[in-house]
């Protein structure tokens, strides 16, 4: 885990480099609520967690006044209610029985909830996503969902130390991101691109990513906990 001087740095670094055509989202995971929190005097505003567990127990010391935060990993839909309430956004649907489960808790609690359609960009067997011929279809059927607002698309691309090789994905996703803004009449709630982590976060700023989600290059290596070694 870095330094306070080394995180602040990286923010204003990154910061620098997206040059505002990018909005910087911090993933989280593992990281200390404390350091969290510092990362908003530093002036981040957007965070994701990516287990509900985790979450759950750095919710209440995390400064939500300064911080406004999303849910970017895989979700099961047994845990919808866990988070309903604490998340503006869950970037990582990917199935309609999740989205019916988001559905009933924020009915439940008359509440909507914003969501993006995660795709499986490079069609990777270990990934969840649907594949990027399905959108269309996928959007159409998270449309009937009242208490729902699909406002984008996200993706996590292959693992790689050569950026440049997931061009083509980023190209890919920004491309259907544009068709289906063309194409859907009420397009006014379809503002996000969710795309581009530590390795990579430039190409997919460059390529039409308007959020970008980062850890590792501001808050140093992760050191898992034993019981989460399993976390992809
Ligand atoms: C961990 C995580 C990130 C950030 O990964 P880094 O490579 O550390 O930047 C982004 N998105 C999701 C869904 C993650 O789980």
Redesign the pocket.
Known sequence: MNSRQEIKENIERIRAELDGRAQLLL?T?TVPAELINYAADCGVTLI?E?RVDELLSKYDAIDKTRLELHF??HLQSNKVKYIIDKVSMIHSVDSLSLAKEIEKQAAKRGINMRVLIEINIAGEESKSGIAIEETESFLQSLLQFEHITVCGLMT?PPKTDRPEENLQFFQKIYQKFIDIRAKIVDNENWTILSAG???DYLQAAACGANLV?????VFGA?VYPQAQSNEK
């Open positions: 993933a995971k994701g990516n970017i990993g996590i982590m530590s390795g989600r980062v850890g590792s290059a992760r």
